[in-house]
Nanobody, 124 residues
Framework: QVQLVESGGGLVQTGGSLRLSCAASGGTFTLYNMGWFRQAPSKEREFVAAIARTSGNTYYVDSVKGRFTISRDNAKNTVYLQMNSLKPEDTAVYYC?????????????????WGQGTQVTVSS
């Protein structure tokens, strides 16, 4: 059983930056591709970014390309989401998730473990 704990959320102005972290425990971190999802008020949860277990391959939703960067430190069992040039529409609860598929996935149904989420609020 993998436990995931997100941190780093908060309130930031438009154009600002935040770095989210997700610490994993209870499993072998390198067995899992890692993803970030977000859920805005009254909206469904959506995929943001994913990173492969060891190759470093990444995948992003179009709306964050060029602004967000996902990375991982396998020695620290941690995945990060660096968010730059933040916009009010990035306001959401951000979740990290772990997936054991061969290839990185954008569908939340493919992810096996989830964190509790961290709130990101971007003021205009």
């Amino acid at each position: 059983q993998v436990q995931l704990v997100e941190s780093g959320g908060g309130l930031v102005q438009t154009g600002g930056s935040l770095r989210l972290s997700c610490a994993a425990s209870g499993g072998t971190f390198t067995l899992y591709n890692m993803g970030w999802f977000r859920q805005a008020p009254s909206k469904e949860r959506e995929f943001v970014a994913a990173i492969a277990r060891t190759s470093g391959n990444t995948y992003y939703v179009d709306s964050v390309k060029g602004r967000f960067t996902i990375s991982r430190d396998n020695a620290k069992n941690t995945v990060y989401l660096q968010m730059n040039s933040l916009k009010p529409e990035d306001t959401a609860v951000y979740y990290c998730a772990a997936d054991r598929d061969i290839f990185i996935q954008s569908s939340e149904a493919r992810y096996d473990y989830w964190g509790q989420g961290t709130q990101v609020t971007v003021s205009s």
